[in-house]
């Protein structure tokens, strides 16, 4: 019997169910949930219609991980803590904007609690605002594409380096189109005391401008171009990255999503275009991503 | 002294598998049983999850359970063999005349 769903409430083809099944199969079921509001809650905690075969609480918008800190001290001090592993699941905008205190908080006291952030790149269960997680360029209801502006203008946030920087003792990138290695981080996570946290990215159909059959391609193409790279810490020191054996260009990732598609044709598009390949080569040369 | 059960909140099955989401999508997926290896990728991704390996006549085949199909082509995206099709629910064929 599977651990989460089915007859959940997310769109067709949206990433982030494969991303919570994974993880909670990795751990054996062996898990106590703490999930902030935004989609994955939505479609999954309606009243009477749980999707969870695992012991479930929301929390609200930005305290998750103040509420797993606080699950986690109460089971130390009923003597219980082996019982199962405290695992947060959050939205970008939980974990990137509106917690990132709360997350900072329970990083510094380094509470045994693993953090996902499932990634999905803006607040999409209120239709698709932008997060610090929004990459350059695109387009949300609040960075609209006008004569002035192509899409969001800032770059998206690095959390997982923010996360590196608290000393915690494991952080690491993954994605849906790779769920072997998500599983193998999540594992690995719960094999270390302390916080952990996992950044997962996952499409969203909706706010990308997507359909169900792009969705395992366009996540595989945010690693292949080296926009979202696959990276591992523990203590504080890279183990492990994905490399790549050909590099490819950001306009084959960007062109196929209707977030970017204005970045083809709009006078200021061709910079953005620049500054995306330029961020993909950075990465590629602080990673090591080719091979 | 009480102990807190910590099974609160979990529900096996799901609660929400009474929502029949099969009715969603306009189209639903087939398996070609033939063709199917039975490398469980569409298990892997399929996000409802509906599809499940089941062992028919001594090998592993997927079958889709269309209660909760939503129609999404994730596992037509992933299958390596070709093995799964969609197809057009009879409601929403319609005839132009
Ligand atoms: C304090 C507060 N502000 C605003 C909201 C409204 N709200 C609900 S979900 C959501 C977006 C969540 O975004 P994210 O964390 O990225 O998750 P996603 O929906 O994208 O999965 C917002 C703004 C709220 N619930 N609480
Ligand atoms: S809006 Fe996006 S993230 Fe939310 S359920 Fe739909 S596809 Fe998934
Ligand atoms: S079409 Fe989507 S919901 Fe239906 S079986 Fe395939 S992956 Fe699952
Ligand atoms: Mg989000």
Redesign the interface.
Known sequence: ??L???????C????F??AV??ALDALDGKV?AVNATGCLEIV?S?Y??????????HSIFENSAAVAAGIEVALKA?K?EN??HVVVFAGDGATFDIGIGTLSGMMDRNHNVIYICYDNEAYQNTGNQQSMATPMGAATTTTPVGKNMPGKMGRKKDMVEIAVAHGIPYAASASIAY?KDFNRKVKRASEIKGSKYIQVHCPCVTGWGI???????VAKLAVETGLYPLVEYENGKLVRVRKLKKRKSVEEYLKIQRRFRHLFKHPMGKDVLEELQRIADENARKYGLDA | MVKVKLYIGASSPAMTSEMKTGDWGTEWAFVDEEKCIGCGQCVTFCPEPCIELVEKEGRKVAVIDHDYCKGCWMCYTVCPVDAIRMETKEIYKLEVC
């Open positions: 019997m599977s989460f769903g089915p007859g959940h409430g997310a067709p083809g949206c990433g169910p494969i099944r994974e106590i999954s309606m009477g219609r749980n999707t969870w075969g695992v012991p479930y609480i009923l219980r019982e199962a769920p359909d169900g059959k792009l969705t395992v391609e």
